[in-house]
């Protein structure tokens, strides 16, 4: 067992009173509140308002998933981490907040980082408790417009992760005038470029690499496969940022060499919208190896020469 930090989670109190509530996993919530087309890509199962800007939100996480890993037998993907962290965000957003559903949601800064004991399998599928609080609420007029969203994951009453999210959101109309001639993009306008040996990136199948088989000192182009059933389950008119996060931990895999090394920590930053129609460079720069095997790998996302997006993974070698 590869150890971590774990922490007891403390009591919820509400105005210094016990909370009597706790987080339900029986079902998944309506898969619109996280924006998903197909209900088995819903992984959050609850929400408590706690009080003002204080939150828990239930989430499950399945024994396997087509795409979000395990990446090994012995550990969950961090990526799933992060899955489930985006959809806690929506289902905040819309629940707490009252942000109508045909709003669209853009993020500006991503972070986690997880315990790799936290994402140990164990044969079955895995209840987890996301415990949140809003941090730097903007509004424009009396609505919400952004904020900041800090997380602690707790696995079994342990802490095995942190996260940070700061998002913004706008109406139907204004995303429309910010998107200009892209607005009614589609991922069908991309070429999908020969994959990388899916072995090199720790897949099984072709359809889920995202880089390109045409390595130039350690830059990749992004590869999108616009029939991806998970990253383009539904309607979308530029990269989602969790494909760019993947193409960046694959980027890192190849960067490493070690296609089963575990991203355990991540920070990106997004400056502006990848595009569909234009190549899209993943440039991966490698430190050397520190203590407890870990590297730490810089990408820069590059489109039409200007960077679009960077970050940050901590990659643990195996």
């Not at 440039?283 to 407890?292: I, K, Q």
């Amino acid at each position: 067992m590869i150890q971590g930090s774990v922490r007891e989670i403390p009591e919820t109190k509400i105005d210094g009173r016990p909370a009597t509530q706790t987080v339900d996993f029986q079902q998944t919530i309506p898969r619109s509140l996280v924006h998903r087309a197909a209900v088995s890509e819903v992984f959050v199962t609850d929400l408590n308002i706690l009080g003002e800007g204080r939150f828990e939100v239930g989430a499950q996480w399945p024994r396997r998933h087509s795409f979000f890993g395990p990446r090994t037998p012995a550990f969950h993907d961090p990526m799933l981490y992060a899955e489930t962290i985006r959809q806690a965000v929506l289902l905040i957003a819309h629940r707490a907040y009252g942000i109508p559903t045909s709003h669209s949601f853009l993020s500006d800064h991503k972070v986690y980082s997880v315990d790799e004991a936290g994402l140990e399998t164990l044969g079955r599928p895995v209840d987890v408790v996301l415990r949140v609080s809003a941090h730097e609420v903007e509004y424009r007029g009396k609505n919400v417009g952004g904020m900041r969203l800090d997380f602690e994951c707790f696995r079994d009453g342990h802490l095995i992760g942190t996260a940070s999210e700061r998002w913004r959101c706008v109406s139907p109309a204004v995303y429309r005038r910010v998107r200009g001639d892209h607005f009614a993009a589609t991922p069908f306008q991309a070429a999908v470029l020969p994959a990388v040996a899916p072995a090199l990136v720790g897949r099984d199948r072709a359809e889920d690499v995202l880089v390109a088989a045409t390595p130039t000192d350690g830059t990749w182009s992004l590869r999108c496969d616009p029939d991806h059933a998970v990253l383009f389950d539904h309607a979308v008119d530029h990269v989602p940022g969790m494909a760019l996060i993947e193409g960046a931990r694959q980027a890192a895999l190849l960067a490493v060499g070690d296609p089963y090394a575990i991203p355990g920590r991540a920070e990106f930053r997004f400056d502006t919208y990848v595009e569909f129609d234009s190549d899209c460079r993943l440039v991966a720069e490698a430190d050397v190896t520190g203590p407890g095997r870990l590297r730490t790998v810089r990408i820069d996302i590059r489109q039409k020469g200007a960077t679009a997006a960077h970050g940050t993974l901590g990659m643990r070698l195996s």
